[in-house]
């Protein structure tokens, strides 16, 4: 099935760094979702972006949807050891469409 | 948002076994919706339960392997039927309150031998 492009796979940031990842695709979403998943534990719903151009933050998270409708960026700043974990982007096209998922970002970050 | 749990949260299981998970939500929903996460992979739907009709499932899963209930807006089950170690994997229920936004439950981990 349809899948998005998220990059980077993954990432090794030092404490305190930003860090920015994204999702494309070849068509159009009319939601563009962020989940963060823990080890051990099921996604949780980070950020909801529903209209294009979008800019919508939570604490030190920030994403944007994409003008075009086919994009979106995640932007995490003076990232903190519990940043740690997969971020998955998701794509909902409308109706009876199903949300599809990037492949996630593994993000690391060292003390 | 709701409150999702899942049980079991793990389990260790024969290969030709089965296993239910039961996913309870903290309030009603009419759209619940079954997952399967390979290791290392993202999520893929298994199927859609809504209450009062029949699972629609995706291509790949069928009723015999994965049969699905629903019986009340607030509880369902997924069976896992006959398993392989193939599928060893994270099974998430999700629930939607909109059709844009999912929010999901904490998983159970299958492991079968």
């Known amino acids: 099935g349809q899948q998005l492009n998220q990059s980077p796979q993954s990432m090794f940031i030092q404490e305190g760094e930003d860090v920015s990842m994204n999702c494309t695709s070849s068509?159009?979403?009319?939601?563009w979702l962020w989940y963060k998943q823990d080890p051990g534990e099921g996604p949780v719903l980070l950020i909801a972006?529903?209209?294009?151009?979008e800019l919508t933050s939570n604490g030190r998270l920030t994403a944007q949807f994409g003008i075009t409708r086919k994009d979106s960026f995640l932007n995490i700043s003076a990232s903190i050891p519990s940043d740690v974990g997969i971020y998955f982007c998701?794509?909902?096209?409308?109706?009876?469409?199903?949300?599809?998922f990037g492949k996630g970002t593994k993000l690391t970050v060292n003390p | 948002s709701a409150v999702i749990s899942q049980k079991p949260s793990r389990d260790i299981c024969q290969r030709g076994t089965s296993l239910t998970i039961q996913c309870q939500v903290d309030?009603?929903?009419?759209?619940m919706f079954w997952y399967r996460q390979q290791p290392g992979q993202s999520l893929t739907l298994i199927a859609t339960?809504?209450?009062?009709?029949?699972?629609?499932?995706e291509s790949g899963f069928v009723i015999d392997k994965f049969p699905i209930s629903r019986p009340n807006l607030t509880f369902s089950t997924l069976t896992v039927s006959n398993m392989s170690p193939e599928d060893s994997s994270i099974y998430l229920c999700?629930?939607?309150?909109?059709?844009?936004?999912?929010?999901f439950g904490p998983g159970t981990r299958l492991l079968v031998l």
């Open positions: 998701a794509g909902y096209k409308g109706g009876s469409e199903k949300l599809v």
């Open positions: 068509s159009i979403f009319n939601t």
């Open positions: 972006l529903y209209k294009a151009g």
């Open positions: 309030s009603q929903v009419t759209m």
């Open positions: 339960a809504n209450q009062g009709s029949e699972a629609t499932y």
């Open positions: 999700s629930l939607s309150r909109t059709e844009e936004t999912q929010y």
